[in-house]
């Protein structure tokens, strides 16, 4: 077993098998687990919010925004030998935190996460083969490139593996 590295919130890292990826806290934010089956390259991002083009001076972050986050992901993996044609994608997180929030868009950020992301990995043909994302708890996530197993906690459920 390798070493299992912290990704913080707006942050992003990439590794090798048999190390993996952890991330701590995802409520509205976005785990993206991406791998390349073939070469065991992994990648996670940790996003807080869909579109770097939405907020004025926002190029400084890059992994906070699933736009520029995944994009930079997929560049790093592809620079470490992964093969973008290769990769696969799983999700978590996007969760609707706070029972006050109503249907503004302002306050779906959880959703608009998501949803953004989807559509990101979409645009760069990186298929998803799973997701947990939705509802009103956080997770934490665990992310194995070896063998693809993206390993979701949150308090009080059964842990799963998507």
Excluded: W
Aim: glycine share 12%; with cysteine; proline share 4%.
């Amino acid at each position: 077993m390798g070493e299992i590295i912290k990704v913080g919130m707006a942050d992003l890292k990439t590794c090798v098998s048999p190390d993996g990826l952890t991330t701590l806290g995802l409520g509205s934010c976005i785990g993206i687990a991406i791998r390349d089956p073939v070469t065991k390259i992994g990648g996670l991002a940790h996003i807080m919010l869909p579109d770097s083009t939405a907020i004025r001076g926002s190029g400084q972050n890059i992994a906070k925004f699933a736009d520029t986050g995944i994009e930079e992901l997929v560049r790093r993996m592809v620079a470490m030998g992964a093969n973008k044609s290769r990769m696969t994608a799983k999700l978590a997180g996007g969760a609707t935190m706070f029972a006050f929030q109503g249907k503004s868009n302002m306050v779906q950020v959880g959703v608009r996460n998501a949803e953004a992301s989807v559509k990101k990995l979409q645009e760069l043909r990186i298929p998803v083969l799973a997701q947990d994302t939705g509802a009103d708890y956080g997770r934490t996530v665990i992310f194995y490139p070896e063998t693809g197993d993206y390993v979701i906690r949150a308090v009080g459920r059964p842990e799963r593996t998507i």
